[in-house]
């Protein structure tokens, strides 16, 4: 499994429109061949630090998820929202095994 952790941070402003934003490309990610889960999560601590666990089942899944229409709508409409750049971190994903 390829796992991917997306540590982001947002400007405070920005955190709802942020959410609902990854709503949406969460909703489409699900859904498509390959993916294993799609988790979106907020820093209890700090509202403004999220974190997005994607797995799924190989590499060229995850990569096939950035060629997607929804992940490009994503990636444009939170671009201003970032307070700095995300940063992507790759995992091989042990267990669960399919």
Not at 54 to 78: G, I, M, N, P
């Amino acid at each position: 499994m390829h796992v991917t952790l997306v540590k982001i941070t947002v400007k405070a402003e920005s955190v709802d429109a942020f959410i609902a934003a990854t709503r949406a490309n969460h909703e489409a990610s699900i859904r498509e061949p390959g993916n294993r889960r799609f988790d979106v999560l907020q820093d209890a601590s700090e509202p403004c630090a999220f974190v997005l666990y994607e797995a799924y089942a190989s590499a060229s899944d995850a990569t096939a998820h950035k060629e997607t229409a929804h992940y490009a709508a994503w990636r444009d409409a939170v671009a201003e929202m970032m307070a700095k750049p995300r940063q992507g971190i790759p995992y091989v994903g042990l267990f669960p095994r399919d």
